[in-house]
């Protein structure tokens, strides 16, 4: 059976762009398709929703793909999210209604892709016959499949088989599936299902063509892809790659050059722009089935450095976090911005003294040796950063740790560690509480408040949720006689985040009452630094 090349760029890759692509990039794209033989585009969603603006392709409206030029030899498809046709429960005729109310003779729709989750499939299901006789081809695309059991998908090839569906889709949507198991999931719904099928796969592992290639061997021909795998999270199986794959040796592939034309003068710009594509965040977020939209937050958030994200990552894959819940994410952020709380009084031991904070730079391993050297002649008050280890333990006094999901994938390496944890132990979840109820705590209180530094008895404010603040509020609070930085490197190039940290040191120095603070390993951060070797002379 012939395969059949559904691109889906303009409806998945507005994930990227809500969905408002400019009408020279879409006329080029469209030209590129039908040159390039590719047989659907799915140009995007169909939706009623209306919160927060989306571009024209959220919605895909008759009104509007009028005004598009779609070449002749192009089939055009719309996809719904099945939660749309139902409504307490059930489906909804006049839902669709409002969705459809053209017949496909008066649309330049010919296909609708209903997505929708195992729960809502039968409900669903109920949409088939009235598309049908609005003269619509109709497919249905099971998201997360992979998260349902082998009962599940037996049923979805048993409840398809009552329809006639022209096409039965399965994805990969949080990009974990493996050839084998793709091998497995068409095996149990074929046990029902007999019509053609689809997959769409995810590049989370870097196996989005293999999985579809591993599929289309095993007679599943509708085959779905992206330019550059244009696409939520990491994106998709590639176009202009999936149709080279398909090549027979015998094929011209001078059709493919305006497809690549298309890529230099259009996609590859956006690629750098938005950043898709596998990484290895969404490699985890494949392999411990998280969803995507997750990663995609916090790559787009400066706020998180690569350890809140791994820390993030590492409290979601417990969770069986199948949808994208925006309020958990920033729940997980600003956690501190209730009223701060603390029993622990910093100036019983910092008063008037120096304070070594160890950051977690290679500064602190480097230079170790000088380090310790300050340490013994000196005897200042020795801060290390969550679980930094790069000097002899017996030197380090105290640890500082305060983000809740940090010190939740942290727990059983600071069990194992000698020194007080400093931490805002009352204001933390009872989980956390709990990983901790045999470690020594000295318990200061943290309140997030932007773009402020605040020192108080058994608390701080601080401007944002990073160790390094709360180690700063800390040493403020403590009124310390001075800072120095260890392992405070900083980052290369015009790495943003280097601005984010000199605007908190700098918020810092000119906060009333802090403490003067130097640099004592190599750092591009603007601070005053000194040689950690000087000062041993």
């Known amino acids: 059976m012939k395969n059949v090349i559904l691109d889906c760029t303009l409806r998945d890759g507005g994930y990227y762009n809500n969905w408002d692509f400019p009408m020279d990039l879409v006329q080029d794209y469209l030209t590129a398709m039908e040159d390039s033989k590719i047989d659907i585009v799915e140009i995007g969603f169909r939706s009623l929703l209306n919160n927060g603006f989306k571009g024209p392709y959220a919605y895909s409206t008759d009104g509007f793909l009028n005004n598009i030029?779609?070449?002749e030899k192009l089939k055009i498809c719309v996809m719904v999210n099945g939660t749309e046709l139902i409504k307490d429960g059930e489906y909804s005729k006049s839902r669709l209604d409002?969705?459809?109310?053209?017949?496909?003779?008066?649309?330049?729709?010919?296909?609708?892709?209903?997505?929708?989750h195992y729960k809502d499939f039968k409900e669903a299901l109920k949409s088939v016959n009235p598309l049908l006789n609005k003269g619509y081809s109709v497919g249905f695309n099971i998201m997360q499949i992979a998260q349902c059991n082998d009962d599940e998908i037996i049923s979805v090839g048993l409840d398809a088989s009552k329809y006639n569906i022209d096409v039965l889709y399965f994805a990969d949507s949080f990009g974990g599936m493996t050839p084998s198991s793709v091998e497995s999931i068409i095996n149990l719904l074929r046990l029902n299902w007999k019509g053609q099928m689809g997959i769409h796969t995810h590049?989370?592992?870097?196996?989005?063509?293999?999985?579809?290639?591993?599929?289309?061997?095993?007679?599943?021909?509708?085959?779905?892809?992206?330019?550059?795998?244009?696409?939520?999270?990491p994106g998709n199986a590639k176009t202009e790659e999936l149709i080279m794959e398909l090549f027979n040796k015998n094929e011209d592939l001078s059709k493919t050059a305006s497809l690549l034309k298309l890529l230099k003068s259009h996609f590859i710009p956006l690629q750098?722009?938005?950043?898709?594509?596998?990484?290895?965040?969404?490699?985890?977020?494949?392999?411990?089935?998280?969803?995507?939209?997750?990663?995609?937050?916090?790559?787009?958030?400066?706020?998180y450095n690569e350890t809140d994200m791994l820390a993030v990552i590492n409290h979601l894959k417990g969770d069986g976090i199948r949808k994208y819940n925006e309020a958990k994410l920033n729940s997980i952020l600003n956690f501190y911005d209730k009223p701060s709380k603390g029993t622990w009084d910093p100036q019983s031991i910092i008063k008037d003294r120096e304070v070594l904070i160890l950051g977690t730079g290679p500064g602190v391993m480097n230079h170790r040796i000088g380090i310790q050297d300050y340490i013994k002649l000196k005897n200042p008050i020795v801060i290390a950063l969550n679980t930094q280890c790069s000097i002899d333990s017996e030197l380090i006094d105290y640890r500082v740790a305060c983000h809740p999901v940090r010190l939740l994938a942290d727990c059983k390496i600071h069990t194992t560690l000698n020194q007080p944890l400093i931490t805002?132990?009352?204001?933390?979840?009872?989980?956390v509480k709990e990983e901790f109820k045999n470690k020594s705590i000295l318990d200061f209180g943290i309140k997030i408040h932007h773009n402020n530094f605040e020192f108080n008895l058994n608390s701080c404010v601080v401007p944002n949720?990073?160790?390094?603040?709360?180690?700063?509020?800390?040493?403020?609070?403590?009124?310390?006689?001075?800072?120095?930085?260890?392992?405070?490197?900083?980052?290369?190039?015009e790495d943003p985040r280097n601005d984010e940290m000199n605007?908190?040191?700098?918020?810092?120095?000119?906060?009333?009452n802090s403490p003067e603070i130097i640099a004592v390993t190599p750092t591009r951060y603007d601070l005053l630094c000194q040689s950690i070797y000087s000062l041993i002379q």
């Open 272 to 303: 750098k722009s938005y950043e898709w594509g596998k990484n290895p965040y969404y490699f985890l977020s494949g392999k411990f089935g998280i969803h995507p939209s997750y990663i995609q937050k916090m790559l787009s958030d400066s706020r």
């Open 203 to 233: 590049d989370n592992m870097g196996l989005a063509l293999q999985n579809t290639i591993k599929a289309n061997s095993m007679g599943v021909t509708w085959l779905d892809s992206t330019v550059t795998g244009m696409g939520r999270g």
């Open 98 to 116: 409002l969705l459809f109310p053209n017949t496909s003779l008066n649309s330049k729709v010919d296909i609708v892709r209903i997505a929708c």
């Open 424 to 431: 805002p132990f009352s204001m933390l979840p009872n989980n």
């Open 503 to 512: 605007s908190i040191i700098k918020l810092f120095v000119n906060t009333i």
């Open 465 to 493: 949720h990073l160790v390094m603040s709360y180690a700063f509020g800390i040493a403020g609070s403590g009124k310390a006689s001075k800072i120095l930085l260890a392992g405070y490197d900083g980052y290369k190039d």
């Open 69 to 71: 030029d779609i070449p």
